[in-house]
């Protein structure tokens, strides 16, 4: 978890001030004060975002049922998706309102789908 205090700035002009290392220390967490209108503290967040994955702590896939796994990696290999490997078989499979439309599956597949 990590904790992004956004509008930092509006904070500040309130003449209100957070210690966010002392934060940090008591909630045990990453906080990182931000202000995104203006870009303050988005390297810093993005950083803290990937440090994990960067420094092999945690891995980036997300992984699914043994059912889904076996449909994300069929459609994986389909040459006419374009974009990252995984990413455009899980959007399909997603039964979201966005991707529903572009799916290559039947309606009624969606809703008998077990993630």
């Known amino acids: 978890m990590i904790i992004a205090l956004n509008q930092i700035d509006h904070i500040e002009k309130r003449g209100i001030s957070i210690d966010a290392r002392k934060l940090c220390e008591i909630l045990g967490v990453p906080v990182i004060p931000t202000a995104a209108v203006k870009g ?8 803290e975002i990937v440090s994990p994955v960067k420094e092999g702590i945690l891995s980036h896939e997300v992984k699914y049922s043994s059912k889904a796994e076996e449909r994300i990696e069929k459609l994986s290999s389909m040459r006419s998706l374009r974009g990252p490997r995984r990413f455009c078989p899980i959007r399909i499979l997603s039964p979201t309102r966005s991707t529903r439309s572009h799916s290559i599956q039947s309606s009624d597949t969606w809703q008998s789908q077990e993630w």
């Open 40 to 47: 303050l503290g988005i390297h810093e967040l993005t950083e």
